[in-house]
């Protein structure tokens, strides 16, 4: 199974692939739950709590700045997949758009089909997060998270959220899906912070 669908890292990659982790063949597809399927015409973004409420069609993100990104995707279930190819928006360029309360340090990212993911604030706005709605050239499949997913390529790839649909700031740490059921509250690769101490991971 290892040789035909992964493979272990070269020496020379080390600095590149996270502790514990194979490089896949493929891009494999890990769903909790059913995977929605949301046009453009309807998917709608909205943005809330400790920010001024807000609404957002996909015109209004075309309308932003886009860029290709090519970044480095680290699942927590231990593959990883080097030199990935997307077109997106910064979420810096979105945030310019988000009237913002001081008193926000977390965000919960919320999704089509109800799926949840935090992030400390911190953690969301670097430069070169982004919110994906093209893979390899062609539009987001449904199943990779499209039409439009987050992409955190510095944390484990459950907090890029699939099916994106909504951020939600908060003055305080709140628990997102996963993060209830066991991972770690931060997901950092190179810490290999997999598993919640909640749990005694």
């Not at 680290?74 to 190819?85: A, E, P």
Request: with cysteine.
């Amino acid at each position: 199974m290892l040789g035909k669908f992964f493979q272990k890292p070269d020496e020379d990659l080390g600095d590149r692939v996270p502790p514990g982790q194979y490089l896949t063949k493929g891009f494999p597809v890990l769903t909790y739950g059913d995977t929605p399927t949301v046009s453009t015409d309807d998917w709608e973004f909205r943005v809330w709590g400790l920010a001024k409420e807000a609404k957002f069609t996909w015109s209004d993100l075309m309308a932003l700045p886009q860029h290709e990104f090519t970044a480095d995707f680290h699942c927590v279930t231990r593959w990883s997949k080097l030199d990935v190819k997307w077109r997106g928006i910064k979420i810096v360029d979105f945030m310019q758009l988000v009237e913002l309360d001081p008193a926000a340090v977390h965000v919960m990212e919320h999704c089509y089909g109800g799926y949840t993911t935090n992030l400390p604030l911190a953690d969301f706005l670097r430069e070169e997060n982004f919110l994906a709605y093209e893979l390899d050239g062609e539009p987001l499949s449904a199943e990779h998270g499209g039409p439009m997913r987050s992409i955190v390529p510095h944390l484990y790839a459950w907090k890029s959220a699939k099916w994106i649909n909504g951020l939600e700031f908060l003055a305080q740490e709140e628990l997102g899906f996963w993060e209830r059921n066991g991972y770690h509250s931060r997901g950092e690769p190179w810490a290999e912070e997999r598993y919640s101490d909640r749990f005694g991971g």
